[in-house]
Protein backbone atom coordinates (compact mmCIF):
# COMPACT_ATOMS: atom_id res chain seq x y z
CA UNK A 1 0.00 0.00 0.00
CA UNK A 2 1.11 3.64 -0.72
CA UNK A 3 1.87 5.39 2.66
CA UNK A 4 3.56 8.58 4.27
CA UNK A 5 4.46 8.77 7.21
CA UNK A 6 5.71 12.01 9.73
CA UNK A 7 6.34 10.50 13.21
CA UNK A 8 5.99 14.02 14.88
CA UNK A 9 3.18 15.85 15.25
CA UNK A 10 4.94 18.82 16.39
CA UNK A 11 8.41 20.03 16.84
CA UNK A 12 9.69 22.22 18.61
CA UNK A 13 12.92 23.91 18.40
CA UNK A 14 15.15 27.34 19.51
CA UNK A 15 16.00 29.64 16.58
CA UNK A 16 18.91 28.60 15.52
CA UNK A 17 18.96 24.91 16.15
CA UNK A 18 19.20 22.35 13.60
CA UNK A 19 15.78 20.88 12.24
CA UNK A 20 14.87 17.71 10.80
CA UNK A 21 11.19 17.08 10.16
CA UNK A 22 10.77 12.92 9.44
CA UNK A 23 9.35 11.28 6.42
CA UNK A 24 8.86 7.62 5.54
CA UNK A 25 6.99 6.28 2.90
CA UNK A 26 6.05 3.15 1.56
CA UNK A 27 5.63 2.76 -2.48
CA UNK A 28 6.34 -0.31 -4.92
CA UNK A 29 7.53 1.84 -7.89
CA UNK A 30 10.19 4.69 -8.46
CA UNK A 31 8.98 7.50 -6.05
CA UNK A 32 8.65 11.19 -6.41
CA UNK A 33 8.35 12.97 -2.90
CA UNK A 34 7.50 16.83 -2.09
CA UNK A 35 7.35 18.39 0.27
CA UNK A 36 4.41 21.10 1.37
CA UNK A 37 4.35 23.73 3.45
CA UNK A 38 1.65 25.97 4.76
CA UNK A 39 1.90 28.84 7.04
CA UNK A 40 -0.58 30.80 9.41
CA UNK A 41 -3.48 31.96 7.17
CA UNK A 42 -1.90 30.71 4.13
CA UNK A 43 -2.31 27.87 1.60
CA UNK A 44 -0.50 24.70 1.25
CA UNK A 45 2.35 25.87 -1.04
CA UNK A 46 5.53 23.02 -2.59
CA UNK A 47 8.41 23.68 -0.82
CA UNK A 48 10.70 21.72 -2.66
CA UNK A 49 10.81 18.22 -4.39
CA UNK A 50 13.47 15.60 -4.67
CA UNK A 51 13.62 15.68 -8.63
CA UNK A 52 14.97 19.10 -8.25
CA UNK A 53 17.58 18.47 -5.80
CA UNK A 54 17.58 22.26 -4.95
CA UNK A 55 17.90 23.92 -1.38
CA UNK A 56 14.08 26.50 -0.88
CA UNK A 57 14.74 28.91 2.58
CA UNK A 58 17.98 27.26 3.43
CA UNK A 59 15.72 23.25 3.63
CA UNK A 60 16.99 20.42 1.74
CA UNK A 61 15.77 17.22 1.65
CA UNK A 62 17.51 13.79 0.26
CA UNK A 63 15.54 10.69 -0.90
CA UNK A 64 17.10 7.51 0.82
CA UNK A 65 15.67 4.91 -1.08
CA UNK A 66 17.19 2.25 1.43
CA UNK A 67 15.41 3.62 4.21
CA UNK A 68 12.67 4.72 2.30
CA UNK A 69 12.97 8.06 3.59
CA UNK A 70 12.58 11.65 2.65
CA UNK A 71 13.45 14.01 5.62
CA UNK A 72 13.56 17.95 5.04
CA UNK A 73 16.43 19.78 7.15
CA UNK A 74 17.72 22.84 8.10
CA UNK A 75 20.94 23.37 9.96
CA UNK A 76 20.18 27.07 11.23
CA UNK A 77 15.71 27.53 12.25
CA UNK A 78 14.52 30.59 11.84
CA UNK A 79 11.10 32.00 13.35
CA UNK A 80 9.83 32.41 10.19
CA UNK A 81 9.73 28.69 9.45
CA UNK A 82 6.95 28.01 12.04
CA UNK A 83 4.41 26.75 9.90
CA UNK A 84 2.72 22.81 9.17
CA UNK A 85 5.14 20.80 6.65
CA UNK A 86 3.75 18.34 4.90
CA UNK A 87 5.11 15.15 3.29
CA UNK A 88 3.80 13.26 0.00
CA UNK A 89 4.42 10.74 -2.67
CA UNK A 90 3.29 11.17 -6.17
CA UNK A 91 1.29 8.11 -7.50
CA UNK A 92 0.79 7.10 -10.33
CA UNK A 93 1.39 9.24 -13.70
CA UNK A 94 -1.46 11.92 -12.61
CA UNK A 95 0.79 12.98 -10.12
CA UNK A 96 -2.13 12.76 -7.87
CA UNK A 97 -0.45 13.46 -4.06
CA UNK A 98 -0.17 10.93 -0.88
CA UNK A 99 -0.15 13.39 1.81
CA UNK A 100 1.53 12.14 5.80
CA UNK A 101 -0.46 13.87 8.19
CA UNK A 102 1.64 16.54 8.56
CA UNK A 103 4.30 17.99 11.68
CA UNK A 104 4.05 21.57 12.85
CA UNK A 105 7.30 22.74 13.47
CA UNK A 106 7.29 25.81 16.05
CA UNK A 107 11.08 27.86 16.28
CA UNK A 108 11.07 29.77 19.04
CA UNK A 109 12.91 32.75 19.99
CA UNK B 1 -1.49 35.44 -13.19
CA UNK B 2 -4.29 34.52 -11.45
CA UNK B 3 -4.11 32.34 -8.34
CA UNK B 4 -6.68 29.17 -7.52
CA UNK B 5 -9.85 30.33 -6.69
CA UNK B 6 -12.72 28.40 -4.63
CA UNK B 7 -16.33 29.27 -3.22
CA UNK B 8 -17.89 28.97 -1.01
CA UNK B 9 -15.40 29.83 1.90
CA UNK B 10 -17.84 27.96 4.23
CA UNK B 11 -20.68 25.76 4.07
CA UNK B 12 -22.94 24.30 6.32
CA UNK B 13 -25.09 21.49 5.63
CA UNK B 14 -27.66 18.57 7.24
CA UNK B 15 -27.10 15.18 6.96
CA UNK B 16 -28.69 13.98 3.47
CA UNK B 17 -28.54 16.96 1.71
CA UNK B 18 -26.39 17.62 -1.83
CA UNK B 19 -23.74 20.19 -2.31
CA UNK B 20 -21.69 21.60 -4.76
CA UNK B 21 -17.93 22.93 -4.41
CA UNK B 22 -16.19 25.07 -7.19
CA UNK B 23 -12.91 25.59 -8.22
CA UNK B 24 -11.09 27.98 -10.89
CA UNK B 25 -7.99 27.06 -11.98
CA UNK B 26 -4.90 29.43 -12.30
CA UNK B 27 -4.31 30.78 -15.43
CA UNK B 28 -2.83 28.27 -18.41
CA UNK B 29 -3.81 25.76 -16.39
CA UNK B 30 -5.80 22.33 -17.79
CA UNK B 31 -5.91 20.07 -14.84
CA UNK B 32 -7.33 20.56 -11.67
CA UNK B 33 -7.33 18.03 -8.40
CA UNK B 34 -9.81 17.84 -5.64
CA UNK B 35 -8.78 16.91 -1.99
CA UNK B 36 -10.30 15.90 1.74
CA UNK B 37 -8.41 17.36 4.45
CA UNK B 38 -10.42 16.21 7.72
CA UNK B 39 -9.22 17.81 11.39
CA UNK B 40 -5.84 16.84 11.91
CA UNK B 41 -5.18 14.95 8.68
CA UNK B 42 -3.42 15.63 5.61
CA UNK B 43 -5.06 16.17 2.66
CA UNK B 44 -6.72 13.11 1.01
CA UNK B 45 -7.51 12.56 -2.63
CA UNK B 46 -10.47 12.51 -4.00
CA UNK B 47 -10.07 12.78 -7.87
CA UNK B 48 -8.61 14.54 -10.65
CA UNK B 49 -9.61 16.26 -13.73
CA UNK B 50 -7.50 16.81 -16.84
CA UNK B 51 -8.94 18.55 -19.88
CA UNK B 52 -12.32 17.87 -18.88
CA UNK B 53 -12.04 14.07 -18.37
CA UNK B 54 -11.76 12.22 -15.52
CA UNK B 55 -7.93 11.18 -14.72
CA UNK B 56 -7.67 9.15 -11.71
CA UNK B 57 -9.13 9.26 -8.92
CA UNK B 58 -8.78 8.18 -4.81
CA UNK B 59 -10.86 5.58 -2.21
CA UNK B 60 -14.05 7.82 -2.34
CA UNK B 61 -17.78 6.62 -3.14
CA UNK B 62 -19.34 7.77 -5.96
CA UNK B 63 -21.48 10.34 -4.51
CA UNK B 64 -18.45 12.49 -4.96
CA UNK B 65 -18.25 13.19 -8.09
CA UNK B 66 -16.85 16.40 -10.37
CA UNK B 67 -17.04 18.16 -13.32
CA UNK B 68 -14.76 19.97 -15.53
CA UNK B 69 -15.79 23.11 -17.56
CA UNK B 70 -14.12 24.13 -21.06
CA UNK B 71 -12.52 26.99 -19.10
CA UNK B 72 -10.46 24.83 -16.87
CA UNK B 73 -12.75 25.33 -13.64
CA UNK B 74 -14.18 22.44 -11.71
CA UNK B 75 -16.91 21.15 -9.33
CA UNK B 76 -16.86 19.05 -6.51
CA UNK B 77 -20.62 17.52 -5.68
CA UNK B 78 -21.32 15.36 -2.91
CA UNK B 79 -24.61 13.56 -2.43
CA UNK B 80 -26.17 11.95 0.43
CA UNK B 81 -24.35 14.00 2.61
CA UNK B 82 -22.63 12.34 6.31
CA UNK B 83 -21.51 13.73 9.31
CA UNK B 84 -18.10 12.60 7.94
CA UNK B 85 -18.12 14.32 5.14
CA UNK B 86 -17.26 17.74 7.51
CA UNK B 87 -13.87 18.63 6.57
CA UNK B 88 -11.77 20.78 4.33
CA UNK B 89 -11.94 20.89 0.54
CA UNK B 90 -9.20 21.59 -1.14
CA UNK B 91 -8.47 21.80 -5.09
CA UNK B 92 -5.14 22.29 -6.49
CA UNK B 93 -4.60 23.02 -10.50
CA UNK B 94 -1.49 22.17 -12.27
CA UNK B 95 -0.31 21.57 -15.87
CA UNK B 96 -1.07 18.54 -17.85
CA UNK B 97 -1.94 16.24 -15.23
CA UNK B 98 1.43 14.64 -14.66
CA UNK B 99 3.44 14.25 -11.54
CA UNK B 100 6.47 16.23 -12.23
CA UNK B 101 4.26 19.79 -12.28
CA UNK B 102 3.78 21.40 -9.61
CA UNK B 103 -0.10 21.36 -7.56
CA UNK B 104 -0.83 25.06 -6.82
CA UNK B 105 -3.70 24.96 -4.32
CA UNK B 106 -6.63 27.31 -3.43
CA UNK B 107 -7.47 28.48 -0.27
CA UNK B 108 -10.50 25.49 0.46
CA UNK B 109 -13.66 25.09 1.53
CA UNK B 110 -15.05 24.55 4.78
CA UNK B 111 -17.55 21.93 4.91
CA UNK B 112 -19.83 21.38 8.19
CA UNK B 113 -22.38 18.63 7.95
CA UNK B 114 -25.15 19.03 11.20
Known amino acids: AQRVTQPEKLLSVFKGAPVELKCNYS??????LFWYVQYSRQRLQLLLR??SRESIKGFTADLNKGETSFHLKKPFAQEEDSAMYYC???????????FGKGTKLSVKP | ETGVTQSPTHLIKTRGQQVTLRCSSQSGHNTVSWYQQALGQGPQFIFQYYREEENGRGNFPPRFSGLQFPNYSSELNVNALELDDSALYLC?????????????FGPGTRLTVL
Open chain 1, 88 to 98: ALSAGSQGNLI
Open chain 1, 50 to 51: HI
Open chain 2, 92 to 104: ASSLDGNSYNEQF
Open chain 1, 27 to 32: YSGSPE
